[in-house]
């Protein structure tokens, strides 16, 4: 598939390099090679969920727990986990990484993706979650650094868009 | 066989472990039974405290981790069982309390009482270890075996649906939050 395994490898080593142990994942076709890096580590628990939403309870046991984790989900995983975020991390002030894959925006050609892509970012902003857009794999780190420290300080959850521009290479 | 009596009859068993109950009933009768800095009252995200303390579990192998469940829940988060089968954590110990219904909500009747068995389920997402009880000797034991046998397991109890005389707890959600972490973090080996 044309997802760029140079785009997923700046993301999984900053990930790595701010010391996240925990990551979950549902399979997505933008995440397969996020998600067979963290397979391949021996020093990153994946766990793979039925429904993202599980991932929220994940990564609020894991804070409480004193572990820093990461959640890998398309953004109609984020959609399905929006009760979680709010009646769990929000109430109970514990921050999340969210890193969501950039599904149905700007340069999508697949139908179904598109009705999500619309909404993510009206969603994100109606629940007040601070969000920045990865592009650059060259401005990967500090953007996921920046947000790290944000999520733990405010103890609330970041969103991080995993864009078309880093994510996706049009074969040639 | 009230659930009061079953945790009564466990808690010199939780009282060393990391606890992470669901809310309503089961949480104020924990509560009252003597609250610990290790023990997190879930109040609301229902569905997911079997997926917190997957969470606590995979972060903390050394710490002894039970999830005290309910029908309701579960049934919310069946998926999470296949989650749970998947890592099976052996520090992990979940306890689903099966009262038939949405107690704390005004009574309405669960699917178990319709006939969903969840110890089958449980067993069929791939969990080894389950035990289905509903004597107060055969939870204890059931308990017991579980929390000791070094694996995953799940242990569903079928109780009646009573109600607690009251459901205040003179303890904010995030003050139970805050302490819990630190206790977890305190128990850092």
């Known amino acids: ?172 | 066989v009230r659930r009061s009596d079953c945790l009564a009859a466990i808690y010199p068993e939780l009282e060393s472990r990391v606890v992470v109950s669901i809310m309503g009933s089961l949480a104020i009768e924990l509560y009252e039974l003597g609250h610990r800095p290790n023990f997190f009252y879930q109040q609301h995200g229902m569905g997911l405290a079997s997926s917190v303390g997957l969470g606590i579990a995979l972060g903390r192998p050394d710490l002894d981790v039970v999830v005290l469940d309910g029908d309701g829940s579960v049934l919310m988060n069946m998926g999470g069982l296949t989650t749970l089968a998947r890592y099976a954590p052996p520090n992990l110990t979940h306890v689903i309390f099966d009262n038939e219904s949405l107690l704390s909500v005004g009574g309405f009747p669960t699917a178990t009482s319709a006939g969903a068995d969840l110890a089958a389920v449980a067993r069929g997402a791939g969990i080894a270890r389950v035990d289905g009880v509903d004597t107060l000797d055969g939870f204890v034991e059931a308990f017991r075996s579980a929390v000791s046998d070094g694996a995953l397991s799940t242990v569903v109890a079928k109780v009646e649906a009573m109600l607690p005389p009251t459901f205040h707890m003179d303890l904010h959600l995030l003050e139970n939050r805050f302490e819990f972490a630190r206790a977890l973090r305190r128990d850092a080996r």
């Open chain 1, 1 to 172: 598939v044309p997802v760029s395994a140079s785009g997923s490898r700046a993301v999984y080593d900053a990930l790595k390099a701010l010391d996240v142990r925990i990551v979950s994942a549902l399979p997505e076709t933008w995440l397969v090679h996020l998600i067979r890096m963290a397979e391949e580590d021996p020093d990153v628990s994946l766990v793979r969920l039925a429904k993202e939403e599980e991932g929220v309870g994940i990564s609020v046991g894991a804070h409480l727990a004193g572990v820093r984790s990461a959640m890998l989900m398309q953004n109609h995983g984020f959609l399905q986990s929006i009760n979680g975020i709010v009646s769990l991390a929000m109430l109970y002030r514990v921050p999340l990484l969210m890193l969501i894959s950039d599904r149905g925006h700007l340069g999508e050609r697949d139908p179904w993706q598109t009705e999500g892509g619309r909404h993510t970012r009206r969603v994100l902003d109606a629940l007040n979650i601070v969000t920045d857009e990865l592009r650059d794999p060259a401005t990967v780190e500090h953007q996921i650094r920046r947000a790290v420290s944000l999520a733990e300080s405010s103890l609330a959850p970041v969103a991080l868009l995993l864009t078309r521009d880093l994510m996706w290479q049009e074969p040639t």
